[in-house]
Each structure stands twice: as structure tokens, then as C-alpha cells.
């Protein structure tokens, strides 16, 4: 729903580095005059210390209100603790694909000219938290059992949307990465579901081809070129999309859509990086990438495509970065040279 224009969205700013990168990505979306009308609420250890809990009602009636939000990292406790309120969000939301591009922005790195997109399927998988302990002679750990759960309808879905997306974005090849020498059933049907849509509907439209994770994550490094739309399960995609990230000069570069038929969370592919927050050092270019693709995604790629050659004359012609792309500047400071950018040209 819109009022004169303006586009209600949930703004969750996250933990860590969070605060931060939000508030950096929010300047420069204000001065690009993007239509959002903000409704601030927590989750992850900031929902904790606010309401007492991960992911507070309010945060979710929020979503259910806009169906749109912009989203801080929000950290999760390694081990026990409770369950990841990312995960949660995308099952509360059934956002069952989780589009991650990467691109090239500065050039003279690593590698040259990367364009890759990663298709991660975002509700099934080993992610499900299917997971228990059993305990053998006193000890409480002796065995650890998880249960990973794919389906014939997730897999159709997610491999179905990634077609669309590679033939509506006029690339050339989806590879479909999976396990299925090994884990014949988890992510046999994955690969048996692909080859079955490919032949139905999209083998006179667009390329299709296979590759095992091991391999694929080799393949990466060694010549990454050669793919284009990848597609996998959820914690293939989890790993691979790091790896990729670094492909791009690493996690500040790498933005993320978590996309369901009702409802859109655009984030970073990055967490709340603790062991740099507060010191106003983040490189904030991944969440502002992340509200570029927001942006494409309300039909107002005019202002997503300001953002993006905002970013790269700072980066490039300005040469104004963070630390972890070599520079100097604060997160403040290069995000005042982004605005100055968006308003100046
Ligand atoms: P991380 O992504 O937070 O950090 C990995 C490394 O990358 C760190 O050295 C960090 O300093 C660096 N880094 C990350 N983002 C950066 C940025 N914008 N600018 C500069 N450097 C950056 O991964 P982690 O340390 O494994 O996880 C920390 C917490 O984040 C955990 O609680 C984890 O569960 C959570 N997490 C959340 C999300 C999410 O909200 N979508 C994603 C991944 C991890």
C-alpha cells in the first residue's frame, strides 16, 4: 500500500556493525530522496536487550504491514542459544529465494570482470534445525544427529525462479551445484528436479549444467567466468556465496535479497562482524547495494542505478574506501563522500 508515493518498509538495523552501516546506507537513500517511509524495529541481540526476545511480535507484525525491509545483520550464538532470527524471518515469510549477485565494482583486483548470480534455496536444507544429541555414558554430546529436508515442490520452486530470473536478466547458462553422488536423496532430488523442469519448460530457452560443491567451490577460484546463475540448496548456497563474495573484494561488496511471493527482505550476505563493530570502520557498500536491489525491486531502478554509480565513482574515481578495500575513510566519511556524489553527480 502507498501514500502519495511513499513505500511503507520495515527498517531493522541489526547487531554489530548494524547501526553503522544502516545509518550510512540510510544518508544516502535520503539523499537520493528514495521514497521509503521507515517504521525502525529490532531483532537479533538487539531485539533480546529491547523486548527480551530474538525476533519481537512487533517486528513481525511490522513486515506483515509492509511486506518490504531493509535489514542490519543480526547476530546468532554459535552452538546453543537461540535459533537464528534470519532463518526464522525467512520461514515466518516463506522467502524462499535468496538472490545474491556479485559484480565487479573495483577493478585491478584479483579478479577481473566478475558477474556471477547465486540462487540460494532459503526454507529447506540442513537449515530446517532438525538436530538433536544423544547422550552415551554420561555424556550429554556423545552424538550429534541433524536431518536436512528438501522437497519435490522447494526445489521446483527455487530452480523455477532461478530460470526465470537468468532469462528475464538475459544471461546464458544456470548451473545447478549439488551433492548428489553422496547425498543421493538430500540433494539427489534437487539435481533430479532441475534436469526434470529443464527438459519441460527451458531447454530450448536458456543452458543448463551440473557440478558438485566440492568441485564448484575449486572451479571458482580457478576461473570463475565460466559460470553465470548458479542455483543450490541452502548451505551449499550459504558457503559458496562467501566464497564468491571474495571473488569481489570480500564481504563489505556483497549484497542480498530474501525474496517470498508476500513479502521482500533485502540485507547484506555479511554478519555483524563483532570484531570490528563500534569502531566506525565498516565498509557499508554491501547493505547499500542490498538497498539498490530494494530499490529495482519497488520499480524505481532509476534510483537503484543512481546508487550503484554513486558507489562506484566514489570508490573509483573518488577513491575513497573503507579499510578493507585498502582505503582510509570511516564508514562516516565514506558516506559522506556518497552523498556528496548523489547530490552533486
Ligand atoms: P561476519 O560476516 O560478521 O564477519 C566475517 C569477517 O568479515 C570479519 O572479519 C568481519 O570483520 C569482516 N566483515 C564483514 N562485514 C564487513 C563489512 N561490512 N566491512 C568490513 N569488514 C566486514 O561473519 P562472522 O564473524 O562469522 O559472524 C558474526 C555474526 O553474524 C554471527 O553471530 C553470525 O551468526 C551472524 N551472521 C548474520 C548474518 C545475517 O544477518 N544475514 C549473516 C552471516 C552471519
Not at 135 to 146: F, K, L, R, T, Y
Not at 205 to 234: G, H, S, Y
Not at 243 to 262: D, K, R, S, V, W
Not at 319 to 324: H, N, Q
Request: some cysteine; hydrophobic content about 45%.
Amino acid at each position: 500500500m502507498t501514500t502519495n508515493n511513499r513505500i511503507p518498509a520495515t527498517l531493522i538495523p541489526g547487531d554489530g556493525i548494524g547501526t553503522e552501516i544502516t545509518e550510512a546506507t540510510c544518508a544516502v537513500l535520503e539523499a537520493l530522496e528514495a521514497p521509503f517511509d521507515w517504521d525502525m524495529q529490532v531483532a537479533g541481540m538487539a531485539g533480546v536487550h529491547a523486548a527480551g526476545d530474538p525476533l519481537p511480535a512487533a517486528t513481525l507484525d511490522s513486515i506483515r504491514r509492509t511486506r518490504l525491509a531493509l535489514k542490519g545483520p543480526l547476530e546468532t550464538p554459535v552452538g546453543g542459544g537461540y535459533r537464528s532470527s534470519n532463518v526464522r524471518l525467512r520461514e515466518e515469510f516463506k522467502l524462499y529465494a535468496n538472490l545474491r549477485p556479485a559484480q565487479t565494482v573495483i577493478p585491478g583486483g584479483r579478479f577481473e570482470n566478475i558477474d556471477l548470480v547465486l540462487v540460494r534455496e532459503n526454507n529447506e536444507g540442513l537449515y530446517m534445525g532438525y538436530e538433536h544429541f544423544i547422550p552415551i555414558d554420561g555424556d550429554p554430546h556423545a552424538v550429534a544427529i541433524a536431518t536436512g529436508v528438501n522437497t519435490r515442490q522447494g526445489s521446483r520452486r527455487i530452480i523455477e525462479f532461478a530460470f526465470e530470473y537468468a532469462i528475464a536478466k538475459g544471461r546464458k547458462k544456470v548451473t545447478v551445484v549439488h551433492k548428489a553422488n553422496i547425498m543421493k536423496a538430500l540433494t539427489g532430488i534437487f539435481l533430479e528436479t532441475a534436469r526434470d523442469i529443464y527438459a519441460q519448460k527451458y531447454k530450448d530457452r536458456i543452458v543448463m549444467d551440473e557440478v558438485i560443491i566440492d568441485a564448484c567451490a575449486m572451479k571458482l577460484v580457478m576461473n570463475p567466468w565460466q559460470f553465470d546463475v548458479l542455483v543450490t540448496t541452502n548451505l551449499f548456497g550459504d558457503i559458496l556465496s562467501d566464497e564468491i563474495a571474495g571473488l569481489i573484494g570480500g564481504l563489505g561488496m556483497a549484497p542480498g535479497a530474501n525474496i517470498g511471493e508476500h513479502a521482500a527482505i533485502f540485507e547484506a550476505v555479511h554478519g555483524s562482524a563483532p570484531d570490528i563493530a563500534g569502531r566506525g570502520i565498516a565498509n557499508p557498500t554491501a547493505l547499500m547495494l542490498a538497498a539498490a536491489m530494494m530499490l529495482d525491486h519497488v520499480r524505481r531502478p532509476d534510483l537503484g542505478d543512481r546508487m550503484r554509480k554513486a558507489i562506484f565513482d566514489t570508490l573509483n574515481v573518488d577513491k575513497i574506501r573503507t579499510g578493507d578495500l585498502g582505503g582510509t575513510a570511516s564508514t562516516k566519511e565514506y558516506a559522506a563522500a556518497l552523498v556528496a556524489r548523489v547530490k552533486n553527480g
